[in-house]
């Protein structure tokens, strides 16, 4: 890597960025991100309602209907402030919009193609490894159900459900680590479908995994710099993530530009090396 590649002050010129462009239209990038705090709290009522009711089936599956649709709403905005962080960052005169991104600028067929493609590709790559831990998690539920079963009867817990205690714990550890590191390589999808909307769907995945090699540490120390404010959205129950998601977002989508361009930078100076290599000579004998 390039020695003037300094991580440390790139991170911090990209945070100050950021922030100035967030407060530059701070009411608008509060809107881009209220749809996925809301949909968080109206989960949270659901489930409350469902806990209330268990027995009901309607309400089971009203709360499956919901989940699939919150699912998607969250995807949609999710991409779409993707998409606005990088214009806003870009460019000083534009402003976040959500009204005018979510219903007019990202739903036109060119934009949902590319929208939806992107997140069915993310989706595609990381579903296998997010399965692996929801197995380690039920077998670990599981060697739970079984230990509390033996001391409720007064019986020996077997030695087998320690060892598929053991089993469920590691699996989840395991298979959360790889998902993560999965989940880095293919964490700037979204801002490479805005910057190039005319890749195809593996072509996404490659791109994303291209530039993110050699940076997965340097992100996800990144996300670490922002735990002070992850942690006070925690204690004010999501109600701080209104000026932290958009603040991540954006800090995000100015890493993404950084990684882009050095590597635009770097393929023109192969082509620049490459055409002023001194080409042999061959001498023809002469007849």
Known sequence: MDESYDRKTIRKKLKQKAKTTLHRDLWGN???????????????????????????????????????????IIAYTQYVQSYQSL????????????MQSWFKTYLTKHWQRTLWLSVWMVTLFLIGWGALVFVGQLVTQASFLLIIISSLTYTPVPSFVYWLLTLGITLIVVFAVIYLLKLYKYILVP????????????????????????????IFVMHLSFFWWVLLTVVTLGLAGFYTIPYMVLTL????????????????????????KVQPVVLQPSN
């Open 191 to 218: 801002f490479i479908g805005y910057n190039e909307p005319s890749l195809k769907g593996f072509q996404l995945i490659a791109k994303s995994r291209q530039l993110m090699v050699g940076h997965r540490w340097e």
């Open 87 to 98: 214009k806003q960052l870009r460019d000083d005169s534009e402003l976040a919009q959500p």
């Open 30 to 72: 509060v809107g881009l991100t209220a749809p996925i705090i809301l949909i968080f709290y109206l989960e949270v009522f659901v489930s409350y309602v469902a806990d209330e009711h268990s027995s009901s089936t309607a309400l089971a599956i009203t709360n499956l209907v919901v989940a699939i649709v919150a699912i998607l």
């Open 253 to 276: 989508a100015g890493y993404f530009d950084t990684l882009n361009d050095a590597q635009k930078q770097q393929a023109e100076l192969e082509i620049q090396k490459d055409n002023n």
